[in-house]
């Protein structure tokens, strides 16, 4: 049993997160001042309630007091929300005209087809000579220099010409909502400039320890560059071991989102986990004194840290390395921990730092798979019992498989609009050879044993021929599968009910389970029904080509300079066409002519 005073913190990150939510959606500066109010008379009104507490006998109105301190939490989400808002701040370099900005470069330069994509943050605003400082983070596309490229990296200082404008929504239906993407980074502006529209003025402007990890990312990407051959084999090294995901090739990321071991590919609690067993027990000679275990401690928590520096600190990786950090600490003093206190304790955190990581997908589908672990593992583990050590052992992969696949499936299909359906068959398949390639990558990188990189190469090919193969069995996924946010509700709450109904026996929770799961099964005929008698005709905005959709029930003629693997066709026009349900498309070209039931051209 849990007691209520063990988990703390999970009551705490509730109301916070509540706050975040809140000060998202209605981003103002009056809401800002209002709620900057709030949480200072509520902090002060809470300190009164703990320093008179027995004067005003407080203990008899416990339930009141405690709905006041969530209030508090509340407020403090909503406060750290809009107060983090670059959009409401007064010197933020939209909300003047400027002629030239300073900036000094936030990420990694990504360059493509002699363009460079990078975040920048704003620093000062130049009009007529005079500069000011501002504040605010900038989209930067570079149109590079085809002769003489300026090479540019974290932490570069530049002048740049002030023709930016807000990011625009998405023009077509469907597509991916480019704008809220860079809104949950707050980035709300985005500029197209020339390297001739550019002046590199100082380098070194960064947090030095980030720009010394990056620095040594690059090397160590050149490292595997000199050792691997084969482009594919590389790429995956250097996502799977560094997080430098620039080189993945589009059939590579099908080939293990397909089959459910994309997490293999984002650097998070699996890898860090895999290091620390390897740390813990290489260091296992030290658990002989006292001060043998405080240095062990120490270690280990600065490697894992210097560890997730080096990966880019994404929120998946951040949770584990907090999270390890609070275990190991609590082991090391000889205290108890609850995993949901330790869990929240890490959001709490990452949402302190960052409010708006909230809407993180890797953030949101990190947690939920620990929770997974946490909460379905034992139980799904106990279904079944095994004699032989393997199959046992056999048994709780399966059984971890099974329970973070069960806690993500709502979000993964409501963003990815996929099922992989033999995600136990791939993730066992990949469970040995990940770890061996994460300890024989490290080896590389940090030992030099060159002479395991063809084996290393070698590993990865197999790897990836093997996930490959699983993804071209028949029924290997489950794709197309559209949802709104209505049914992303209703299929959790299926998932709470049934859980809570079959862990406690609970009648009405199966009952309630069951109507949902009904309603949601009539809602799906509905919308099946309404797809097979649509008629429709949809004109897509495209920049660059052209493309009009003539609809009728699941059949559709697509008129268009696009072809079906075409990435324009793929991002703009496609996910439309998927949420339409239709099965069938005929590629016709403006030049030509052609006759279908659909339509005369």
């Known amino acids: 049993m ?37 949480l200072t008379v509520s902090v002060l009104v809470g300190l009164f309630i703990n320093l008179a507490y027995k004067n005003i006998k407080a203990w008899r109105h416990k339930k009141i007091i405690s709905g006041f301190y969530y209030l508090i939490f509340f407020w403090l989400g909503l406060f750290i929300t809009l107060n983090h808002t670059d959009l409401l701040k007064k010197d933020y370099f939209a909300h003047k005209s400027y002629q030239q900005l300073k900036v000094w470069i936030t990420s990694e330069p990504e360059i493509s087809n002699d363009i460079a994509r990078f975040e920048v943050k704003v620093t000062e605003g130049y009009h007529n000579k005079l500069s000011r400082t501002c504040t605010g983070n900038l989209l930067i596309a570079l149109k590079l220099d085809s002769l003489s490229p300026i090479k540019l990296k974290y932490g570069d200082e530049l002048l740049i010409t002030a023709n930016y404008l807000p990011v625009e929504a998405p023009y077509n239906p469907y597509e991916f909502d480019f704008k809220a993407w860079l809104a949950t980074k707050n980035i709300y502006h985005q500029t197209f400039i020339r390297q001739n529209q550019l002046v590199k003025l100082a380098e070194n402007k960064g947090n030095p320890i980030i720009d010394y990890a990056l620095k040594l990312r690059q090397q160590q990407v050149a490292t595997y560059r000199k050792l691997i051959v ?31 071991t994309i ?13 620390y067993i390897m740390l813990n027990w290489l260091l296992s000679f030290l658990d002989r004194k006292r001060a043998g275990q405080i240095f062990k401690v120490i270690l280990i928590c600065s490697l894992i840290w210097g560890y997730s520096l080096l990966t880019g600190f994404s929120p998946s990786v951040l949770r584990s390395a907090i999270m390890l950090s609070v275990y190991i600490l609590a082991k090391q003093l000889k205290r108890s921990t609850n995993n949901y206190n330790v869990i929240s304790f890490t959001a709490i955190i990452l949402l302190i730092i960052d409010p708006f990581v909230i809407w993180n997908v890797g953030f949101q589908l990190s947690f939920l798979a620990v929770l997974g672990l946490i909460y379905y593992q034992p139980k799904i583990y106990k279904w079944c019992f095994f004699k032989y ?10 059984a971890m498989s ?3 696949q069960l806690a993500t499936l709502p979000l993964s299909i409501y963003y990815f609009h996929q099922f992989p359906v033999y995600f136990i068959i791939s993730n066992l398949f990949i469970l040995l050879p990940i770890t061996a390639l994460m300890y024989g990558g490290l080896a590389i990188l940090v030992l030099n044993v060159y002479c395991i990189a063809p084996w290393f190469e070698r590993l990865i090919i197999f790897v990836n021929d093997g996930l490959k193969w699983i993804s071209s069995l028949p029924y290997a996924g489950i794709t ?16 709470l009910y049934a859980t809570f109904g079959m862990v406690y026996y609970k009648k009405k929770h199966i009952i309630a389970s069951l109507v949902i799961l009904l309603s949601m099964q009539v809602y799906l005929g509905y919308q099946k029904h309404s797809a097979s008698q649509q008629e429709e005709i949809i004109l897509f905005s495209l920049r660059k080509n052209y493309a009009a959709a003539f609809i009728v029930g699941n059949e559709c003629v697509l008129l268009t300079d696009l072809n079906e693997n075409d990435r324009n066709f793929e991002f703009f ?7 339409k349900r239709i099965e069938n498309t005929q590629f016709v070209d403006w030049s030509k002519e052609m006759t279908s039931f659909l339509l005369i051209k």
């Open 402 to 404: 099974l329970a973070a």
């Open 2 to 38: 849990i007691f209520k005073s063990e988990i703390i913190f999970v009551k705490i990150v509730i109301p916070i997160a509540v706050g975040i939510t809140t000060g998202y959606f209605f981003q103002n500066q009056l809401l800002f001042q209002i709620s900057l109010i709030a």
């Open 573 to 579: 026009v496609k996910p439309a066409l998927d949420q």
């Open 230 to 260: 084969n482009d594919e084999a590389f790429a995956v090294a250097s996502t799977l071991i560094l997080g430098y995901r620039a080189d993945l090739s589009k059939e590579t990321l099908a080939a293990y989102s397909k089959t459910g």
């Open 480 to 495: 197309e599968i559209w949802i709104n946010q209505w049914q992303l509700l209703l299929i959790c709450l299926f998932l």
């Open 263 to 275: 997490h293999a590919l984002s650097v998070s609690g699996m890898h860090v986990g895999i290091i």
């Open 389 to 398: 050590k393997w199959a046992d052992k056999l048994w709780s992969a399966v």
